[in-house]
């Protein structure tokens, strides 16, 4: 697996696990070195796994790309709540530094009232971005400047990319308080089931290499991993009633 020290024997391990009886309802094995493109991934696993789309997906900043949080909702019955990354921008802002923009006028305005106009485009990624701009550039003069920006020359820019309305809609839904008391469940919920886990694997995490093989240790440690949940939650006896019931239809 990729990492920043170059190429390591790992594996990126991804579950999703059931906030109500909190059980795992998929496992995968990846060879991505982050987990920026497993969302929706693990949302498609999960429903294959229970027939049925879940109504929120909880996930850490690692996640938080607009174009994925979009392609997960993008299935009319999942709400993506995604931690945002603390970006420069996001912290500039804490410092009286915004721009609202102005979509008659197709242009941004500073906190100090300077217009930031549609100056050119440009492809990274083949993703087209367009840059806006200050004119006769005020920014030199302006109390913010070393703060917004430290372009004596041009000034101040933004760049803006294609989903750009979806992103500001995400960062002001993570701002609610229904979202942030949603998300301060996750940790509850899933880092409970990758402890637990992790201490039944030891010191030594896999046993074996290979993406095929080390996902049949995952399904294994999933699956006695929800037997034990299955046992907590449910009396045997009742178990025991359901299977014998079970056993009566199939035959």
Not at 76 to 96: H, Q, S, Y
Not at 172 to 197: D, L, M, N, P
């Amino acid at each position: 697996m990729k990492s920043l020290d170059g190429y390591m024997p790992g594996y990126n391990v991804q579950m999703g696990v059931d906030s109500k009886n909190m059980m795992i309802t998929s496992d995968f094995v990846s060879l991505d070195g982050g987990d920026q493109k497993l969302l929706k991934q693990n949302v498609e696993a999960s429903k294959e796994q229970i027939g049925i789309y879940p109504e929120t997906a909880l996930a850490d900043k690692g996640y938080a790309t607009t174009s994925e949080m979009l392609d997960v909702e993008a299935n009319g019955f999942t709400e993506c709540i995604v931690a945002m990354p603390e970006t420069t921008e996001m912290r500039k802002e804490a410092l009286g530094v915004t721009f609202e923009y102005n979509q008659e006028l197709d242009c941004f305005q500073c906190a100090k009232g300077e217009k930031l106009v549609r100056k050119f485009e440009k492809t990274k990624n083949e993703e087209c971005i367009t840059i806006y701009q200050v004119t006769k550039n005020p920014c030199k003069n302006c109390s913010l400047f070393g703060v917004c920006t430290k372009d004596k020359t041009h000034g101040r820019r933004v760049e803006v990319r294609s989903n750009f309305k979806e992103m500001m809609e995400f960062r002001r839904r993570s701002k609610t308080e229904e979202y942030i008391q949603k998300f301060q469940r996750r940790k509850a919920i899933i880092e409970h089931v990758f402890g637990t886990i992790k201490t039944w694997m030891g010191k030594i995490p896999l046993l074996l290499t290979t993406k095929k093989k080390v996902q049949i240790e995952v399904d294994l440690y999933a699956t006695c991993y929800n037997l034990r949940r299955l046992f907590n939650i449910c009396p045997m006896s009742e178990l025991l009633n359901k299977l014998d019931k079970y056993a009566t239809q199939v035959a």
